[in-house]
Structure formats: C-alpha cells, structure tokens
C-alpha cells in the first residue's frame, strides 16, 4: 500500500483536497438584469426530488439576482471554456453583461426565467427551494426542475479547481459496476 510522508497543512487550504467539481457557471435574471458567475461549491443533497446546494457569497452580484428571482441555471463548461469559466469568476457582473463580454449565447429556459447558457454541455434549471441557511452561510438550497443535456459525449471534459489558479480536467473512466449494489447506482 501507498503510505505518504505529511506535514502540518494550513487548515484555512483544506479546500483545495475537498473542492468538489465538476465548476459550473451560475446564470442568473433578475428585474431586466442577467448575469453569470463561476461556482465550485455546490453539492448534491437528494435525488428525488432533485436537490442542490451552492454557496453564492454575499458580496456576489449574483447573490441579488438569485436571492430577488428565486431561480437561476447551473450551466457546466467543458475544457474548451476554461480560460472562460476563469475570467467569468472575476468579474462582477454588476458592471459589464458577462453574456456581451464573454459572446455567450442566452437560449430561454422552459421552467425560469434565468437563461440557459448554449455553449454549456448541460444546463440545470433550478427554483429555490430553501434559503434558511442564506443568511447565516450564504447557503442556497435549489431543486433541478428541468434538466438539458446531450446523449453524446457521455462523459464531458468537466472542469475541476485545484485552488490557487490551477484546474484539472476529468480524464480517464474506470468501470467499477460491479462492486456496486444495484440501488447505489
Ligand atoms: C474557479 C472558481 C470557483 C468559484 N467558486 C465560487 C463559489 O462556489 N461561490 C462563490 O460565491 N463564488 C465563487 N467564485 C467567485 C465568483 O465566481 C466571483 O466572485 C464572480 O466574480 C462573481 O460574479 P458576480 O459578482 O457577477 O456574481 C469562484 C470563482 C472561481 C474562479
């Protein structure tokens, strides 16, 4: 077995082990107003109904569109939009249309009125469905009501931050089906 020589690491940098992936970009409509932001924290809290949290912080532009409409799309980028997804995350969109600026595509979606971003492989429509943590942890609990994905490529080449600048993006597939139980699939 593998063993590793540690040392003491910053618990402030635990993050970089832990950030889920795949970063998302966050489109969002508010009072005539659109906007997008980058987003790694975001986990997956049931299946049926669809539930998702994300923590979109206070001093995000986005926080207003979401909190004031109540909806927004969790749009995910393949490698190609990296350097995208990168700059997206700062900028404020309380300055510049991130959709102009970026040459993203709004497309309409079918159950809000936040956009769906086309040249995303998938993009979740989302209502939100429970803000109490909002507050307290900028802690927004939402439930995919529509989803859009192709059939085709399976497995995207979704894009996953290590912290201070650096991505990585989701490679080689293993099958392991088979240790599986068939409900926990
Ligand atoms: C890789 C990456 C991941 C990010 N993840 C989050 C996140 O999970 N939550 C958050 O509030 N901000 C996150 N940000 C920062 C926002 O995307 C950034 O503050 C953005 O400029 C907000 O845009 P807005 O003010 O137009 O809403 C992330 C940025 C990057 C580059």
Same mark, same amino acid.
């Given at each position: ?24 970009? *966050? ?15 975001? +986990?997956?809290?049931?299946? +049926?109904?669809?539930? *998702? ?9 986005? &926080?207003?569109? *979401? ?28 300055? +510049? ?69 650096? &991505? ?11 240790? &599986? ?5």
């Amino acid at each position: 077995m593998k063993s590793y020589k540690k040392r003491d690491f910053p618990v402030s940098d635990i993050r970089r082990f832990l950030e889920p992936g795949p970063i998302v970009l *966050v489109s969002s409509a508010h009072k005539g107003e659109r906007n997008i932001m980058t987003m790694g924290w975001h +986990t997956v809290m049931e299946f +049926t109904p669809s539930l *998702v949290g994300c923590m979109i912080s206070g001093g995000n532009h986005s &926080f207003e569109l *979401v909190s004031g409409s109540r909806e927004c799309v969790i749009n995910v980028p393949e490698a190609h939009l990296a350097a995208t997804v990168a700059k997206i995350g700062n900028c404020s969109g309380a300055d +510049t249309d991130k959709f102009a600026r970026f040459k993203l595509t709004a497309l309409e979606a079918d159950e809000v009125r936040a956009p769906l971003i086309a040249e995303c492989y998938a993009n979740l429509e989302c209502k939100l469905v429970d803000g109490r943590l909002r507050d307290d942890f900028n802690f927004f609990v939402f439930e995919v009501v529509k989803a859009h994905a192709p059939a085709s490529p399976k497995y995207p080449k979704t894009i996953h931050y290590r912290g201070d600048g650096m &991505f990585m993006v989701s490679g080689r597939s293993l099958n392991l089906r088979r240790h &599986f139980r068939p409900g926990m699939l």
